[in-house]
């Protein structure tokens, strides 16, 4: 009984929820700066200044802690809703540009080569769905519900995500007007240019 007890009683203090935080966030940061090839674990628990003990205690290897911290992550590039709608979707879709410029090149990676299944899927499931989500939603705000919303709403990313792999660098955000709305908002066309000049 009490070697049963004791190997199923988990060892030292309960883990903080704040230092688990702090571990996902160092998790998140590294992902974004290295990949998922160049992620240690040991790095993420000096960046989060947690002993490795301690991480390897809550995740038992790399992967879990990666998925988990993918799927704890906040999504949707955090573009403020404002009276202008068509503000809010030219924000969106620079937030989308400047994070593939600064930080996102690894988490994409990871989708397009598809070495790691688990990995790809939870960069879509955390990442790419509540961005799609939140990109619809502000083109809504834009065009209204016409029937091609969805496809509309696609054009924007996927163009900003071609102009990234053809040129090695995202479209700027004049670029981002000129070219890549006029297509998202059909009839509509003249629209963005004259607001982005």
């Known amino acids: 009984m009490?070697?049963?007890e004791a190997a199923t009683k988990p060892r030292g203090r309960p883990f903080d929820p704040a230092v688990g935080e702090a571990a996902l966030r160092a998790t998140r940061t590294l992902l974004e700066e290295r990949g998922y090839a160049g992620l240690r674990v040991a790095d993420v628990a000096r960046r989060a200044g947690v002993g490795l003990g301690a991480l390897y205690r809550r995740w038992p290897d790399k992967n879990t802690l990666v998925l988990e911290a993918l799927r704890g992550a906040v999504t949707d590039l955090d573009v403020p809703r404002?009276?202008?709608?068509?503000?809010?979707?030219?924000?969106?879709?620079?937030?989308?540009a400047?994070?593939?410029?600064?930080?996102?090149?690894p988490l994409l990676a990871s989708v397009l080569t598809d070495s790691d299944p688990q990995l790809a899927e939870a960069v879509r499931e955390a990442k790419l769905v509540p961005l799609r989500q939140g990109h619809r939603d502000r083109l809504r705000r834009v065009v209204g519900d016409v029937p091609d919303l969805e496809q509309r709403a696609d054009v924007g990313p996927a163009l900003i995500i071609l102009h990234l792999l053809l040129h090695a660098r995202p479209p700027t955000a004049q670029e981002i007007r000129d070219r890549i709305v006029p297509l998202m908002l059909g009839e509509q066309a003249g629209q963005p240019s004259r607001s982005g000049s």
């Open 82 to 96: 404002t009276d202008d709608p068509m503000a809010d979707l030219l924000a969106g879709l620079d937030a989308l």
């Open 2 to 4: 009490g070697d049963t």
């Open 98 to 105: 400047e994070a593939l410029a600064e930080r996102g090149k």
